[in-house]
């Protein structure tokens, strides 16, 4: 199908370039003390809001393609909004109406997993909790449930604590349902009163999603390397039972000092009587990742998957090779690489997205942000799709992530994508350009208030620089974010105070910056307005009509 764009009737753009600014994780709460956003200065940002143009946007649920809207929006989601311009159905969705309709089942991927698991172990690995930002226990309980009655006698689960997407210290309550169904499945899996046959369902490994395993963007491989031994090998510390081994680094932590919530917890083992790994790999098991999201599923994906993988070696301790293990994930992760080749359920097929009609068109862009989120304003923004689309009209920059703790340095590099974005709008080449800062979110993940406020005071900084710089060029600034997280960053119940470290429900701000505007347009959003809805109000205030199918401008003529 050949893409084209239209001019705008009415408008044919400014002189200038036009920037889009996505402050990941700046969401829209009532003011207060939890709410890092309103607590720091920010001038330019408050001027925005209380500008003429200026509206507020939903990036949760529904408007992202999430079941309800009790789910939290992701960056994952948000971007793919953003770039699409329209709602497809995402990852929880979707793995929803695979195992609703039983499709997930009879997915001949799903057989082979099944046929090795009943010579062998079936594992699945997966971040452990009900946050449906990566996964769903419930996922993880109907995998178990079907394996158990298809024949599977021996399955071993490797949890990745969460904390992030839910409370702090929550791992112990799921830790807890999830023994709970394996009990079940053991003695009765069938549901038919006829006993267990003898299955042995176990948690075999585990630990913080950002201690192991589930790095992104190629940003910590060590990381990824800790997961794959322990999940593996059963190489970390050895406890007789997972509650057992949280208890005690909480316990570890809290007399430290630390504090650490799941996400940063070691990662552990659980042994029999004998002290012997109960669930390390073997030649011909099969191994599921149950994670439904893409960034933090890649590399622990090409660990197991690639026959010629590079990025740490494989061996055993003794130097034995890696176990030769079936491998498949809930959906493909990355399209274009097929990471991974095998997988049970298709993420939604994107076409048509913002970039690929503006290369049509000829129109000359760029896409700037950190490791950590550099994918996001180009993998998810372009449709989950990798690499460029045309690299003659396209400049991607990507500038290295720390490797810290994020509220120890809690700028990141916020004012380095900043001084990138100025050297590209001054040059002249480029008609459109996106950035994303990713300290509201990063740093917001941390719980750490003081540090997201300070977080929020640079970003701030940035955007004023900015504001002053398309002021200079007679273009347009376009400023949203993909999901709330730095606007509430604890909870209080009884005068006792939890820091939130997950993302929130809250809407994110819209505005647009136009220092030639005198009234050409106005603020129109539909009542339904979400993340979906800034692709064609992009296309409006760039000089062109936006493709018919595409969620409704925000702004009308």
Not at 65 to 79: C, R
Request: hydrophobic share 40%; glycine share 12%; aromatic share 8%.
């Amino acid at each position: 199908m050949a893409l084209a764009l239209s001019p705008h009737p009415s408008f044919a753009g400014r002189p200038g370039p036009v920037l889009l600014v996505i402050a990941d994780g700046v969401g829209v709460a009532p003011s207060g003390p939890s709410n890092a956003v309103s607590v720091a200065a920010t001038p330019a940002l408050d001027g925005l809001a209380a500008g003429e143009l200026y509206t507020e946007l939903a990036a949760h649920g529904p408007a992202v393609g999430l079941p309800s809207d009790d789910d939290m929006g992701n960056s994952e989601v948000g971007h793919n909004a953003l770039g699409a311009g329209r709602v497809f159905a995402q990852g929880a969705k979707l793995v929803n109406q695979a195992i609703a309709s039983g499709a997930i089942f009879d997915s001949e991927v799903w057989k082979q997993a099944i046929e090795h698991g009943r010579a062998g172990t079936l594992h699945l690995i997966g971040l452990h909790s009900d946050g449906n930002v990566h996964s769903h226990n419930d996922h993880l309980y109907a995998l178990l449930r079907e394996a158990a009655a298809s024949g599977v006698t021996s399955a071993a689960v490797h949890i990745l604590h969460d904390g992030r997407d839910v409370p702090a210290r929550s791992a112990l309550t799921y830790i807890e349902a999830t023994e709970a169904v394996l009990a079940e499945i053991n003695a009765d899996g069938d549901g038919d009163g006829g006993g267990g046959a003898g299955r042995n369902f176990r948690i075999a490994s585990g630990g913080g999603r950002m201690s192991i395993t589930m790095d992104r963007y190629g940003a910590d491989w060590p990381m990824v390397e800790r997961g794959y031994r322990c999940h593996t090998y059963g190489e970390g510390r050895a406890f007789a039972s997972a509650a057992e081994a949280v208890e005690t680094m909480y316990a570890e932590a809290d007399a430290s000092g630390a504090g650490t919530g799941d996400q940063y917890l070691g990662e552990f083992v659980i042994v029999d009587d004998d002290g012997l790994p109960v669930g390390t790999m073997h030649d011909g098991d099969a191994v599921l990742l149950y994670n439904f999201r893409g960034d933090r599923s890649i590399e622990i994906s090409r660990a197991y998957e690639e026959a010629d993988f590079a990025m740490f070696d494989r061996a055993a301790a003794d130097g034995s090779p890696a176990p030769d293990v079936v491998f498949a994930g809930m959906l493909q992760y990355d399209g274009d690489a097929l990471v991974p080749k095998q997988y049970l359920v298709s993420p939604p097929a994107i076409d048509r997205t913002m970039s690929e009609y503006l290369c049509a068109a000829g129109v000359r862009t760029f896409a700037i942000s950190e490791t950590q989120k550099y994918g996001h304003v180009t993998y998810f923004w372009n449709g989950n799709r990798s690499g460029y689309i045309d690299q003659s009209l396209e400049t991607y920059i990507e500038i290295p992530s720390d490797n810290v703790e994020f509220d120890t340095a809690p700028a990141m590099k916020v004012r380095e994508i900043t001084a990138e974005a100025v050297d590209l709008l001054r040059s002249g080449e480029y008609r459109f350009g996106r950035l994303n800062f990713p300290s509201g979110d990063m740093v917001g993940h941390t719980g750490n208030l003081e540090a997201t406020v300070e977080a929020m005071g640079v970003i701030d900084e940035c955007m004023s620089a900015l504001i002053d710089l398309i002021k200079e060029l007679d273009g347009v600034l376009v400023y949203t974010a993909d999901h709330g997280n730095a606007d509430i960053m604890y909870t209080e119940h009884d005068g006792v105070r939890s820091p939130k470290t997950s993302h929130t429900l809250s809407p994110v701000p819209f505005a647009i910056y136009d220092p030639n505007y005198d009234g050409e347009y106005h603020m129109a959003p539909p009542a339904d307005a979400g993340l979906a809805n800034v692709a064609a109000t992009l296309f409006n205030v760039l000089g062109y009509e936006a493709p018919a199918d595409y969620r409704q401008s925000l702004i009308q003529f």
